[in-house]
């Protein structure tokens, strides 16, 4: 294992570490008020599940990274056949919270397949134009994987989990158009995308986004302001948000002295995580996070970049794409700059499903780079040798 880890990208590896003992502090103090005082439960209880789906994460990463890539292109199809059946399956048999039916309930734990879809899109998408590579150029193959996604992501919307929809596309939506292609192919899809884009964009501003849920048209039409709003749940929760901020100032209150996890702020150890970091570290912290965020996407894309092959690149990049829009998504909502749109914190938000997704997700990109680290060893050889056998 040590041999296996030493070829990982150690600043994405250190930089994982990091997060993951950061965002375990982060959940004990942003998550003991509402555990005690809303659940009736021990301060630690949300800490401890957190701890266990770190742990489950964490194994799940060693065994990944020690699985050849090669082997995802065999049961691509088939994960994504398996996970959009348990999509499917959520209609019947799953369990509601927050007014969407995205788990399944067994015992105390609840899976979100909705999260390992992201993932399994990343890896279908790449496994698939790998194999037809020598057929890019032409449109409708280009176009066929997307076909056996959308099911999985309308299932998704019908929960209905808009956020979480959104990045499944926006994901389908960045790999496709990083896959080589031919200019005039490209500039094709490019007027496609642009007016499927303007076509939804229309038929929202037409009927008002009468097609969608109150809560969720009031969400994306109405985000603005919030605090005019406050004893509204339009403005309520990004209203918090805000006062956290302000709480916060520089160099913040202190740890575990946050005000807004009283119960003002709802999801504080989930969605909201970031407004608690920042009121109880300061605004440097929250920058430096922040920083941190973009290392961890640089050092993904140069894994993307460095590969040796399509399904590789592809792989890395889906990841680099999967991390960002979740940050962005994330930020863009708890800020008020966006629509809020409930998708977790990467590293640092509570959640069992989602925690166990990026850690398989991270390992997949170090396994990338385990893979161009042998591939650079294997060339080194083989230069040594062939210079040997020149001089002899």
């Given at each position: 294992?040590?041999?296996t880890l ?10 994982t ?14 998550s003991s008020?509402e ?5 009736g ?5 949300y ?9 489950i ?6 065994i ?12 691509s ?8 059946a ?10 509601v ?11 105390p734990l609840?899976?979100?397949?909705s ?19 020598e057929?890019l150029?032409?449109?409708?193959v280009m ?21 979480t ?9 960045f ?8 200019r005039?192919?490209r ?11 303007l076509?939804?964009?229309?038929i929202?501003i ?7 849920k109150s809560y969720q ?7 603005k ?7 509204e749940?339009?403005?309520?929760q ?18 575990g002295?946050?005000t807004?996890?009283?119960?003002y702020l ?22 430096i996070v ?11 894309y140069v ?11 592809l ?11 979740h ?5 863009i ?15 640092l ?5 989602y ?26 050889r083989?230069?040594k040798h ?7």
């Amino acid at each position: 294992m040590k041999k296996t880890l030493s070829k990982t990208d150690k600043i994405l590896l250190v930089l994982t570490i990091i997060f993951l003992g950061f965002g375990l502090i982060m959940v004990l103090s942003a998550s003991s008020m509402e555990s005690y005082m809303r659940r009736g439960r021990s301060p630690y209880y949300y800490f401890i599940r957190q701890s266990i789906f770190v742990g489950i994460g964490c194994i799940l990463f060693l065994i990944i990274t020690k699985i050849p890539t090669r082997f995802y292109k065999r049961v691509s199809s088939l994960l994504l056949l398996l996970i959009t059946a348990s999509l499917g399956a959520l209609t019947v048999y799953g369990h509601v919270a927050n007014s969407a039916v995205s788990w399944f309930r067994i015992g105390p734990l609840s899976i979100q397949p909705s999260e390992f879809a992201k993932v399994i899109i990343i890896i279908y998408l790449a496994s698939y134009y790998d194999k037809k590579k020598e057929e890019l150029d032409t449109q409708w193959v280009m176009m066929k994987p997307l076909i056996f996604i959308l099911p999985a992501i309308f299932l998704v919307a019908l929960q209905p989990d808009l956020g979480t929809a959104a990045i499944m596309t926006g994901i389908t939506a960045f790999m496709f158009f990083s896959v080589p292609m031919k200019r005039t192919v490209r500039r094709k899809f490019d007027l496609i995308f642009v007016g499927a884009i303007l076509i939804v964009v229309s038929i929202f501003i037409i009927t008002g986004g009468s097609f969608l849920k109150s809560y969720q048209a009031q969400r994306i039409l109405n985000f603005k302001d919030p605090c005019e709003r406050y004893e509204e749940k339009t403005g309520y929760q990004v209203c918090n948000s805000f006062i956290a901020f302000a709480n916060g100032k520089v160099t913040g209150q202190g740890i575990g002295k946050s005000t807004q996890k009283y119960l003002y702020l709802p999801e504080s150890y989930t969605d909201f995580i970031f407004p608690i970091i920042v009121e109880e570290w300061g605004m440097i912290v929250g920058i430096i996070v922040i920083i941190f965020y973009l290392i961890v996407l640089y050092r993904l894309y140069v894994i993307a970049r460095r590969a040796t092959n399509l399904n590789n690149s592809l792989l890395a990049y889906g990841v680099c794409v999967y991390v960002f829009l979740h940050i962005a998504v994330n930020l863009i909502g708890v800020m008020g700059i966006g629509p809020l749109t409930g998708v977790p914190l990467p590293f640092l938000s509570y959640g069992g499903s989602y925690t166990i997704s990026l850690l398989s997700s991270l390992a997949l990109a170090q396994r990338v780079a385990i893979e161009t680290n042998n591939e650079t060893i294997k060339k080194e050889r083989k230069k040594k040798h062939t210079k040997k056998v020149v001089v002899e």
